[in-house]
């Protein structure tokens, strides 16, 4: 086969120079008390507003979480992703503890398009350990968006489920002719139930053009506990004895991470230039539902933007570069020696450049057009050393022996898009919106071999004799009409069809050894996964439409939102390469391969919010709500959908007085019994949990303290895939099938943040 010529250099900028943790515990009695204004109300929709010179059409189904809301949910976590939790349509897949995936109308992970900044990250890892959203701790968010179904083609592409923009905290400048800006943060924060303790801080030095701000963040977590025991008590692995794990620690469930980044912006009139450098260093992350565990991940990245306001519109370029080293192996609660073997080391590095240039054209003051073009070029290599990396004398080969094992060997994808976007008030009471998106996805990857060629050189040969370039031509278009009858009432509908090619795991993993199988897996099912060069993109054909009756000053309001989605070669799984057992198993673990089948989803999305009573000495009372339902069904097969979350919603009491704020929380499910059989997918139960959580503002300082899981209730998450935190996790069914991931048991949360 044809050798590509390989790019190994990659140019990174200096390493971002450290500022020492610092931690704050205690109270300020005497400090004096902020009246403040701003509005927090967990679980209450917040409409989006223009925050930038450059923004997008928003749907009605669009949803944002702005800073007065980060401020209250922050404390409960470390897990980026998790703040997503009380927008509709929005649940979150099980991982890590500072990775979860978010799901949107039962599609997530690569099936959504998920930007960071305005760039594409993504995943450098079979199992998928480190999504988008992990690489930014939750004290960096300025804002977090959701649109769910009809997204505009200006912020889709390469996704058939939706898309999440996540803004980090805009620059902030002195006002015309003051004294320069010094100002920030020192946050310390501890969660009682896995005794996670660490810090967030930031400084910002700023003039009327200038801004300079470093803002950095510390975490370490230890395995947390369910709400009851789920396993019986003992070593974690036959070769740890020492290392006890009770009945309802959740094994794999610790982890350690830091974030360092620096940001300059600076301001000419109605121009903006910004650059934004980042670092962050994953020592350690367990997870409790692969058979591996993070040992180290390190990541760069860089992103210079411009953008520019003129009379006859704005312009928006930016670059973006980032690179990763991504090493995995058994952690502390998995099995690590296997005969002669000392553990499985899996590494992977990537590069992922891009680039956008868009421009906002206000052809009359009823007429925007949307015009711009992208570029990514991403390249993985991933390959697993050698086990032992030298084999005793006498010994000619290994199962994990002589040679590296290449997973895969230079794979490349390169994407380039154009779109175009029409947005058009015909009428006072009517706004419509046409865009069309093409984009061009090339992949490839060069020749491999596994550990030797008695246990993986078939395969290899097959893999190698066949031509591994693929080009997909893809077209998004969406057609979407708002009609507002009255100030109270809007009522929204339109049409998106949507592709995705598919990633560089589901065309390019090849071995149909069974051990190799199950490290490729980013399901979290404990199944084994192979690779399919047949696969052709996704195509989803959506139906949706919205609701909206509200107050005209929108202190109350109801919203609703049902969808449909027809997806055709809709990427799921057939099972192969275990022969008539593994065909007809059932309480096991399996072998699969991605193929392309058709599948459908309907739901529904309802949400509301209203103020019950605003009492003098007492405080304001609102209540809050939201449900959701996803129905998902692989049409070829009659299966269900994998992973698809039940009915489920949450409501929130909300009080608040001056500085003071709190809220009673429920938050519910039903059992998912709707499960995927081929992939022998564990059955949940359904489950009510209590939260209270209250903060105080002063001047200078807030104080958060919350209690999650107030019963300490045991439950299983719906969407934590299958529990293969302990033990043997090399075998596919040398640890016990039929756990489900349990959610954590009660904690006591407590968060103390010093502005200056």
Known sequence: MKQR??????????????????????AVAHAEEEKTTDEVTTLKEV???STTINDVFVPLNASVIDAPKLQVLAPATSDTASLLRDIPGVSLYGGGGISSLPVIHGMADDRLRIKVDGMDLMSACPNHMTPPLSYIDPSNVGTLRAFAGITPVSVGGDSIGGTILLESSAPVFAAPGQAPLLTGHLSSFYRSNNKARGGDYSATFATDIFSATYNGSVVHADNYTAGGNFKPAGPAAVDKPGNILDGDEVGSSSYKAENHNLAFALKQGNHLFEGKFGYQYIPEQGFPNQRMDIISNTEWRQNLRYLGQFGWGSLE?????????????????KQFQYGIAPGMPMNSDSRNLGGVLKANIDVTKDHTVRLGGEYQYYRLHDWWPSSPRTLPPGVMMGGMAPNTFQNIDDGTRERKAVFAEWETRLHPQWLTLLGARYERVEMDADDVHGYNDTMYGFAADVFNARNHDRNDNNWDLTALARFTPTAMLSLEFGYAHKMRSPNLYERYTWSTNGMAMVMNNFKGDGNGYVGNLDLDPEKAHTLSGTVDWHAADRTWGFKVTPYYTHVTDYIDAKRCCGGQANETAVNKFVLLQYVNQTARLWGVDVSTHMPLAKLNGVGEF???????YTNGKNRTTGDDLYNIMPLNGKLALTHKLGGFDSAVEMVMAKGKNNISDVRNEIKTSGYILANLRAGYNWKSMRLDFGIDNLLDKYYSMPLGGAYTGQGMTMGLNSIPWGTAVPGMGRSYNTRLTYRF
């Open 622 to 628: 609102n209540l809050a709500g939201l449900f959701n």
């Open 317 to 333: 370029a930016r670059a973006y570069h980032e690179t990763v080293r991504h090493d995995m192996d058994f952690g502390d609660d």
């Open 5 to 26: 010529e390989r790019q190994r250099t990659c140019r990174r900028t200096a390493a971002l120079v450290g500022v020492a943790t610092l931690l704050t515990w205690g």
């Open 47 to 49: 409409v989006v507003r």
